[in-house]
């Protein structure tokens, strides 16, 4: 919601780029976090199911697997944040695919948020239709992604 917000109070470039900036601080803190609490996490939810999932796809998928659930609409990011700063990753590859990850979803609600403010009712219709479209098209296609991450590349 943050990015819709920021788009309705800065526009949409702005909006995007505050937004940008501070779900990119915040998912430093919580990488870094997860960094420092590592051990102690790990002895008391090592066999949590969010993060043996988390866990199977990093392993299996490296950061491609990362940078897709990071744009899975729904999937929750902050908790991805802190989980991966309990895989082998280095900061620098974990800024990448945060980054990237986040960058179309951001950018929409940004975007929508824009354009509410507006209040242009074609362009709200617009948008609206071209958000729908796309998170239409990634439900079709969400399986095929999710049996992707999950298939044991041996069999």
């Not at 915040?26 to 960094?35: E, K, N, V």
């Not at 999932?53 to 659930?69: D, E, R, S, W």
């Not at 439900?139 to 991450?149: A, F, Q």
């Amino acid at each position: 919601m943050t990015g819709f917000f920021a788009g309705f109070l800065f526009g949409g470039i702005y909006g995007f780029m505050l937004s940008m900036a501070g779900l990119m601080v915040g998912s430093l803190i919580s990488f870094y976090i997860a960094r420092f609490l590592r051990k102690k996490f790990l002895k008391k939810y090592r066999q949590s199911p969010t993060y043996l999932k988390v866990k199977k796809i990093f392993y299996k998928h490296g950061l491609t697997g990362m940078f897709l659930l990071y744009l899975f609409p729904g999937f929750p990011k902050d908790l991805l944040n802190y989980l991966l700063g309990f895989m082998p990753v280095s900061l620098k590859g974990f800024t990448v695919v945060c980054f990237l990850g986040r960058i179309p979803g951001t950018f929409a609600l940004s975007l929508q948020g824009d354009v509410v403010y507006g209040g242009h009712p074609q362009s709200i219709i617009l948008v609206t239709l071209t958000f729908v479209i796309v998170f239409s098209i990634f439900l079709l296609i969400k399986k095929r992604i999710e049996g992707w991450l999950e298939r044991d590349p041996t069999t």
